[in-house]
């Protein structure tokens, strides 16, 4: 209990910085707080596969903090957390030959199929932000399954419900990195 009560705490303190940093039109320390770390790879990438560069660092903040070795108890790697079968199917499919999970860890080649796979779930998506970020959290497998369900969607296009809480999570994270970085840059 007291766990949870410590991390209210830090998170209404870092939720009190960010709204003081912001009224006093602080941008340095709003820029340390959320970076673009490998920013001329962001915008390459973003560029080439039609995302916003800012969408691509909010979700590099949110997946791994800017760190190129993050690792996740699943074995999702690197900047943009690719799991090693999604990391294979996407080389495979792009034509990346030679490819082994490590390179997961090289920014630049983390950055180019992650954004890849964002354009592709865009497409498959048809645009809506929820389903491609909920896919590229929870699996498309899954999406595609809970589209299909009655009690998950009314109508087989939108989610009105989101049965894994940690995706549902990392939408609402993901969502306000997204404007913070929008504010920001």
């Known amino acids: 209990m007291a ?22 039109n602080i941008p340095s320390l709003l820029k340390l707080l959320y970076p673009i770390e490998h920013k001329e790879i962001i915008i390459k990438y973003g560029q ?17 903090n800017f760190e190129p070795r993050a690792e996740s108890r699943k074995g999702a790697k690197g900047l943009m957390q690719i799991t090693p079968s999604t990391g294979e199917w996407i080389a495979k499919t792009i034509g990346v ?7 997961l860890f090289d920014p630049e080649t ?22 491609v970020f909920a896919a590229y ?16 969607s009314s109508d087989g296009m939108t989610l009105d419900t989101i049965p894994f809480s940690e ?13 913070i970085y929008k504010m920001i840059y």
């Open 48 to 64: 080439m596969h039609k995302v916003d560069p800012l969408l691509l660092a909010a979700l590099i903040k949110t997946e791994s």
């Open 137 to 152: 959290n929870g699996g498309r497998g899954n999406v595609d399954k809970w589209l299909k369900d009655k009690n998950l």
């Open 3 to 24: 766990k949870v009560r410590k991390l209210k705490h830090i998170k209404l303190l870092l939720a009190v910085l960010l709204i003081y940093a912001a009224v006093l």
């Open 97 to 103: 030959n030679d490819y082994n999970e490590d390179m």
């Open 167 to 179: 995706t549902k999570k990392y939408l609402e994270k993901l969502k306000k990195n997204y404007n």
């Open 110 to 131: 983390n950055i180019m199929l992650g954004s890849w796979y964002i354009e592709h779930l865009t497409n498959y998506y048809k645009g809506s932000f929820e389903l």
